[in-house]
Nanobody, 120 residues
């Protein structure tokens, strides 16, 4: 599985960019997908996942970020609204080889990260 994330860059607080992730593979619809992030000097953390059971979000982004997927085109998205400087991080697309992604369970595949820098 190959994951290619895009959409990062320098944005201002309050902006609403969207991250995209293109995934390879013929059984994309059967896999759970997610986004994680790593801020400077911090550990990588969970942001959101989407699977057959629905969507899950970290408390820090709930109500501001929306994860979605397009199974026909093997894409997963992260719509980020009302960005804050503390959202600055490298954002990673990830995949779990199961139809449901248990919270706290590590991914099976990582994409390369895309840096989002939020200026105040």
């Amino acid at each position: 599985v190959q994951l290619q994330a895009s959409g990062g860059g320098l944005v201002q607080a309050g902006d609403s960019p969207r991250l995209s992730c293109a995934a390879s593979g013929r059984t994309f619809r059967n896999y759970s997908m997610g986004w994680f992030r790593q801020a400077p000097g911090k550990e990588r953390e969970f942001v959101a996942t989407i699977d057959w059971s629905g969507k899950k979000y970290a408390d820090s982004v709930k109500g501001r970020f929306t994860i979605s997927r397009d199974n026909a085109n093997n894409m997963v998205y992260l719509q980020m609204n009302s960005l804050k400087p503390e959202d600055t991080a490298v954002y990673y697309c990830a995949q779990k080889g199961t139809v449901v992604w248990a919270r706290g369970s590590p991914p099976n595949s990582w994409g390369q990260g895309t840096l989002v820098t939020v200026s105040s």
